[in-house]
């Protein structure tokens, strides 16, 4: 286990393992860095992927992070799983459904006892669900990895010292 006490460091140690152990077998990626709350992945053929770690998302702060991200072709968003940033992505579907071809969220409980993470691609996730039926699909999606708080995440945090 990972023994970080902040909660956005933390998330971003998680994401570049992640990242790191899902190309394994791909090779794909020639290096994986981190500048404060953004993981980049630097790829073979030039390119590169950026994730920016936003633990807490909520309606607050979503449009300020897709506006990081607007330079990027591709890109992800890394979250924690958490009721507040679950809803303010059913808030902002529209924009999130326009935003990038490449792009995607990661809602992550590193802590779960079932799966750690669930994988959201706004634009794919548009193309192929009908309006009424979004919000019960994609609650389908985030209960598949068991919802955290700011708070839970914190004490797990600290108590793991």
Not at 108 to 128: A, G, Q
Request: aromatic residues 10%; proline residues 2%; contains cysteine.
């Amino acid at each position: 286990m990972i023994r970080i006490a902040n909660p956005r460091d933390y998330l971003a140690e998680w994401v570049a393992r992640f990242v790191k152990n899902k190309d394994l077998i791909v090779k794909n990626i020639l290096e994986i860095s981190q500048k404060e709350e953004i993981v980049i992945a630097k790829l073979k053929d030039g390119k590169e992927h950026i994730y920016l770690i936003e633990p807490f998302l909520d309606n607050s702060n979503l449009i300020s992070s897709l506006d990081r991200l607007k330079g990027h072709d591709n890109c992800s968003l890394a979250v924690y799983n958490t009721k507040e940033a679950f809803d303010a992505v059913i808030k902002s579907w529209e924009k999130l459904a326009k935003f990038k071809r490449h792009f995607s969220i990661y809602f992550i409980n590193p802590f779960s006892k079932t799966e750690k993470r669930w994988t959201l691609y706004p634009m794919t996730h548009d193309l192929v669900t009908e309006g009424a039926g979004l919000k019960a699909g994609l609650l389908s999606l985030f209960s598949t990895v068991d919802s955290t708080t700011k708070e839970e995440i914190e004490r797990v945090l600290k108590d793991d010292k």
